[in-house]
């Protein structure tokens, strides 16, 4: 059930007695690596707690319309527009019926309104109020507007009767919104992607550092989130936004990069060395601003750790992927580092064209593999990002024998 991994699924929770299995409902949503977002209505709350979902969720519970402090947040139509379905359990029956005539009278129903995304119900409520023709007619035009429907299942009922309208177990509704989703390359894999430069202290107020934007590293975490995957960005000091749904970890030196990658790595599936680190620190931070009196001065460095050569070294190595930014003999320089480093694969590039490489917006590359080798054309990065992270999928599925 990967197809869930990093999707928004908004939960919405009507007024009903089934409303405690929605507790476990979130939780399932969760294992399957879903990031669930609650919204209750008034008559839901009388069944369960805002606090039960927001602590099991792990967001804030939405429970009004014209909260101001909650649209200071993230407004109802933000909301409508983050979530990649709307999956409403239990919906009552006067939900479906506020549904069916298009009503937005309260936050839930104005997001199914709102929502570019697919919506789901599943129905709990009495056999005699499920079979009631109203509810059937209000049912119709819902399966006719494209809304799908998860249940009910028939058994015995909390009032005692037995019939249909039982909502359906949690791990069933979980199955059933996965199911609404294609899969994608990198459904369920966890990666993690180092980008940008690092920045090495001579004292308070310098340092040593590189002109890499890290646009290529960010591109390659959104990408890699797009394809379904869990993404960590380590990242350097950088001017650019995190992607959505990419999980960022800010470092400054190399030492904290090494640090943040050596943790998450027993954690990841790929390793993405996307970062241009420092390859010298300072010996000696001075702890005060260093004064200019002397006509020259000299700074001793000393080497930084390999933070790629170490991830592709450990006994628990992830599917490793390296960067060489070369000036001359671009190919025979990368194998060489591939095999160094003992990467799985290394992404190539030619500094020395200036339309490509540091600070531009555009790239092209050679990917080299032990017994692969490919060349992408020059084209934007967010493009090239979406090539790699395919092929880098299909690699790690798939790594020549
Ligand atoms: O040796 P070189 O710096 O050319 O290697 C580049 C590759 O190694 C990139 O993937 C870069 O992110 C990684 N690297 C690293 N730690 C270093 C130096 C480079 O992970 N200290």
Redesign the pocket.
Known sequence: MKQLSNRHILLGISGGIAAYKSAELVRRLKDHGADVRVVMTAAAMEFITPLTLQALSGNPVHTTLLDPEAEAGMGHIELARWADLILVAPASADLMARLANGRGDDLLTTLCLATPAPVALAPAMNQGMWRDPATQANIEILRERGIALFGPAAGEQACGDVGPGRMLEAEQLAELAAGLFQSRALDGVKLCI?AGPTREAIDPVRYISNHSSGKMGYALAEAAADAGAQVTLISGPTQLPCPERVTRIDVIS?QQ??DA?LEKMGNCDIF????????YRPANVEEQKIKKHNDAMRIELV?????????ASHPKRPFT??????TQDVVSYARD?LQR?K?DL??ANDVSDSRIGFNTDDNRVTVIGADTEQHIEQMSKRQLARQLIALIAQQHREPAD
């Open positions: 180092t190399a990069m090494y990658s993405i060395a996307c970062a241009a680190v420092a390859d080497r930084n750790p390999d933070i790629v050569s170490a991830v992927v390296g960067f060489a930014a070369e580092k480093k990467l290394i992404v």
